[in-house]
């Protein structure tokens, strides 16, 4: 499935490969405040963020081969990485590892994958802004393989609307399915969101709120 952009806005691509997305630059400063859920290995876009924009970025991927790669390296100074995954209720919850070797993408709604999975600590957004004592997101990033579908929901539901969300749907897993992201875009035009971009593949998407 395919949407078009609803709304006229500026957007930029940043990062590298498959690390690239698309997001309007307007407002973002030294003082933008960003969330990225689900990071794996390449911070490419967050970097590019940064050096650009001068934002800082907590963000939020509690998988073994995130934070392995993550400490093995120098990160940005406005780059903050917390061991925690997001979702709709705060625990542990089980990863499933990726479908194929060497991928950094565990996934909460797969079942399966090649090698064992891990068990990791989850919190709702309300809770991670709580408990971090977080300001308030500027943007929120999400790609955490499936699980945007119920975060998005407890995100709007418990009051989150930040200005721009970026968001990775996965409906090409029949786990998942295209119903899914039609009710995921009516929720977000329900709380003021428009479609600033679409990427390629119709997958990532970067809306803009626009009842302020």
Known sequence: MYRRPEIAVETVRLGEADGRWSVAPEGLGTHSVVYAFGVGTDISFERDLISRYGVTVHAFDPTPIALEWAAARRLPDRFVLHPYGVGDA???????????????????????????????????????????????????????????????????????????ILVEFHHRWREVGARRTRE??????????????????????CFRRCDR
Do not use: C
Request: a positive charge.
């Open 184 to 205: 995921a875009l009516a929720l977000l035009a329900r709380h003021g969101y428009r479609i600033a971009a679409v990427d390629g593949n119709g997958q990532e998407y």
């Open 90 to 164: 705060d625990g542990r919850a089980h990863f499933a590892a990726p479908r194929k070797r060497k991928f950094a993408s565990f996934s909460l709604v797969r079942s399966d994958g090649v090698g064992p999975g891990v068990d990791a600590p989850v919190h709702r957004l309300v809770t991670l802004a709580g408990m971090l004592r977080l300001p308030p997101p500027d943007l929120i990033k999400m790609d955490i393989e499936g699980a945007e579908y119920a975060v998005l929901g407890d995100m709007l539901e418990s009051g989150f609307r930040p200005p721009q």
